[in-house]
């Protein structure tokens, strides 16, 4: 088991590179298979997400390998639709594979999908966006069993814009003779980028970042390299980090247009953040001064991914804050742990009032999701004293290295894989 040792007080300054997006990068792999030729993907971060999903697609018979920082896909030797239970079961991403499979093979089996503790997280829109194509679906042992010899363009509506649906049917149509339109599609820039990709293959796809997408099917794409949007949501949570300590932050290739609703909260919280030579520069008060409310929703709402960072901001800054979560059903897990570190936070439903302390006290807390665990690195480096993050591997699901990148802006944070108690002082 890792752990993260951190020694708070630190104000982080100085300057930090974003890498692609994860939540851009997992659909644009599970993309990859929709062309016989090489793709090749730059500057992909070295995530877990992704590495399963790389092993999903050498399970399939493709060729996934890491080259020169970036990632080579090949799906010519394409073999198989039967998604393997041991990484389906890890990363729920793994569902995206659905639309690819029956684009390609017209077929596919895969387990029901994890993910985070977050919520159910059902994929019932993903199977009725994919019925609403002709796919055929059955329950089997556990596995959906889908057959996709009677697909066809048509109109889909999603009751609900969910990202990963909105994905799914995308990359299920690309190939189908006639024109597919998504109505109320996902609007997220993920979803940009990989209508953009597939555009770059030959694809034929408007609309994408509206609520209705038209997908003109073609007969085949081809091999491209591409580069990925830069991560918001890692940008957001470095912003976080120096509004949190009282820093000054400059984060290159974060893109202003992508992080506008965070961007204005960390404003109204008092932090100055501007664009510079391609990124973003943030420079924080001495204390920040409570958010009056915050409703987490679809883009362009303010992010889901972001609500955990905040709440932790928000323990800290002068005021009451309320954060209303509206895209996941349980996603407050990480206010426990911010309950031990002295933050008073009352919780009813989906929504959460906070009232800022002064300062919060370092403890050994755990991460209970991806984001939350971020939410908590954040506590402790603004903490009174030194804490312990452990159960890491959730954090490194969706940061490359987050050690390092708070290391470089002046954090004091280790490490610690084989686990030595001096590093542990007894709860202050
Ligand atoms: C994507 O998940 C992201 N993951 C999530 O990021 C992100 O929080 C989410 O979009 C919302 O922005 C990836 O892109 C890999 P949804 P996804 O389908 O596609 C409900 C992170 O931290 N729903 O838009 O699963 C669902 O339960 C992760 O990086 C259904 O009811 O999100 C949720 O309440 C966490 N039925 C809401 O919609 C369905 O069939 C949003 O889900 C699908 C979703």
Redesign the pocket.
């Known amino acids: 088991m890792e752990r993260f040792w951190i020694c708070g007080g630190k104000k982080l300054c100085g300057e930090v590179q974003v890498h692609g997006a ?3 990068i ?2 644009l792999l599970a993309a990859a298979l929709l062309t016989d030729e090489q793709v090749y993907f730059e500057d992909v971060p070295d995530l877990c ?1 992704i590495r399963s999903m790389m092993e999903i697609l050498r399970h399939l018979g493709c060729r996934a390998e890491r080259e020169s920082g970036g990632i080579l896909v090949e799906s010519a030797g394409m073999d198989g639709c039967d998604m393997p239970d041991k990484q389906c079961k890890q ?3 793994s ?2 594979l659905l639309g690819p499979l029956l684009a390609k093979l017209r077929c596919a089996k895969v387990p029901c999908p994890g ?2 503790e ?12 994919l019925r609403m194509l002709g796919v055929h679906i059955q329950d089997v042992e556990g596995k959906l069993v889908c057959r996709g010899e009677n697909m066809h363009a048509g109109n889909v509506y999603l ?9 799914n049917v995308i990359m299920a149509s690309v190939l189908l003779p006639g024109t597919t339109v998504i109505h109320n599609a ?1 609007r ?1 820039p ?1 979803i940009v980028d990989l209508c953009r990709f597939i555009n770059r293959m030959g694809g034929r796809i408007r609309g994408s970042g509206s609520q209705v997408i038209r997908i003109d099917g073609v007969k085949r794409l081809y091999g491209v390299t591409y580069k990925a949007i830069p991560d918001r ?1 890692v940008a957001g949570t470095l912003l976080c980090a120096g509004a949190v300590t009282g820093g000054q932050v400059r984060i290159r290739d974060a893109q202003f247009s992508n992080l506008l609703p965070v961007i204005d909260k960390l404003t109204e919280m008092g932090c100055d953040i501007k664009r510079e030579k391609g990124g973003l520069i943030l420079r924080a008060p001495g204390r920040l001064c409570a958010f009056s409310n915050l409703q987490t929703s ?2 362009p709402g303010f ?3 972001m609500q955990s960072q905040m709440l932790t901001l928000a323990t800290v800054a002068d005021g009451c804050s309320m954060i209303t979560e509206n ?3 349980s996603r407050y897990a990480t206010a426990g742990d911010l309950l031990r570190m002295g933050a008073d936070i009352r919780i009813a439903g989906r929504t959460a009032v906070v009232r800022g302390v002064e300062k919060l006290t370092g403890a050994n807390v755990r991460a209970r ?3 939350g665990g971020a939410a908590l690195v954040l506590a402790a480096l603004c903490a009174r004293g030194e804490s312990t993050v452990t159960n890491i591997s959730l954090i490194d ?2 940061y490359d290295k987050m050690e390092c990148m708070l290391a470089s802006l002046g954090a004091q944070i280790k490490r610690i894989s084989d686990f030595r108690e001096e590093h542990i002082h007894a709860d202050p």
């Open positions: 994860k939540n851009a997992l659909p997400d990363i729920r991403s569902i995206f993910g985070c977050i919520g159910l997280r059902p994929i019932d829109l993903h199977l009725k966006g009751d609900y814009p969910s990202v990963g649906a909105t994905e996902a997220e993920e949501i679809p883009h992010p889901t991914d895209v996941f059903e999701d991806l984001r699901r969706g």
